[in-house]
């Protein structure tokens, strides 16, 4: 049974940061495309980052140079730091897999981040 636990979310002020962790268990990490969506208040769920093992990590535009995903496979962890965060990151943040070789897919529960003043 693959589980994704995901920590770090919370409130914080315009222009700080958080980082997010998604810790994957019951499986190979390796061999998952990971990725982090989030839906905002009223909207629907988007694609945030996105990191395969070997190819180049990509980002929705509006987060480009301020977010970075990253993995830890000795821990089967995946990281989003979140930097000069801004009132329309608000959203519940949500943790993806997807085994490459069958394409199931694979979420987290989601955790609430508030950028807020």
């Known amino acids: 049974q693959v589980q994704l636990v995901e920590s770090g979310g919370g409130l914080v002020q315009p222009g700080g940061s958080l980082r997010l962790s998604c810790v994957v268990s019951g499986s190979i990490f390796s061999s998952y495309t990971m990725a982090w969506y989030r839906q905002p208040p009223g909207k629907q769920r988007e694609l945030v980052a996105q990191s395969t093992i070997g190819t180049p990590a990509t980002y929705i535009g509006s987060v480009k140079g301020r977010f970075t995903i990253s993995r830890d496979n000795a821990m089967n962890t995946v990281h989003l730091q979140m930097n000069s965060l801004k009132p329309e990151d608000t959203a519940v943040y949500y943790c993806?897999?997807?085994?490459?070789?069958?394409?199931?897919?694979?979420w987290g529960q989601g955790t609430q981040v508030t950028v807020s003043s």
């Open positions: 993806n897999a997807i085994k490459i070789s069958t394409g199931v897919t694979y």
